[in-house]
């Protein structure tokens, strides 16, 4: 069983940064992937970034954060990081992290198996 607890979120105004922190626990393996996903008010949840820990750290992204957001992952503490600068208000969502050992052709699928609770963000404008 994994188990997943982001932290980070809180309230900022636009132009700032947040960082969000997904501490995992549990036995995943050695090759697995991770992502962030959002999931605006009244809206479906959507992928953001993505980390593929079984491809040397293949990343991707969501068209609307490039350039923006930065994953990242510390494999000692076993916590997946995603740096969000220049923050807009439509970046407000509630973000959840995700983790799993199977392969797809998208990092970005709903797909995965162990989610967290997930931390609120929002940003005013």
């Known amino acids: 069983q994994v188990q997943l607890a982001e932290s980070g979120g809180g309230s900022v105004q636009a132009g700032g940064s947040l960082r969000l922190s997904c501490a995992a626990s549990?036995?995943?393996?050695?090759?697995?992937?991770m992502a962030w996903f959002r999931q605006p008010p009244g809206k479906e949840r959507e992928g953001v970034a993505g980390?593929?820990?079984?491809?040397?750290?293949?990343?991707v992204y969501a068209d609307s954060v490039k350039g923006r957001f930065t994953i990242s992952l510390d494999n000692t503490k076993g916590t997946l990081y995603l740096q969000m600068n220049s923050l807009k208000p439509e970046d407000t969502a509630m973000y959840y992290c995700?983790?799993?050992?199977?392969?797809?052709?998208?990092?970005?699928?709903?797909?995965?198996?162990?989610w967290g609770q997930g931390t609120q963000v929002t940003v005013s404008s």
């Open positions: 549990g036995n995943i393996g050695r090759r697995y992937r």
């Open positions: 980390f593929d820990n079984s491809a040397m750290g293949r990343t």
């Open positions: 995700a983790t799993d050992s199977r392969w797809w052709d998208s990092l970005l699928t709903l797909e995965y198996l162990y």
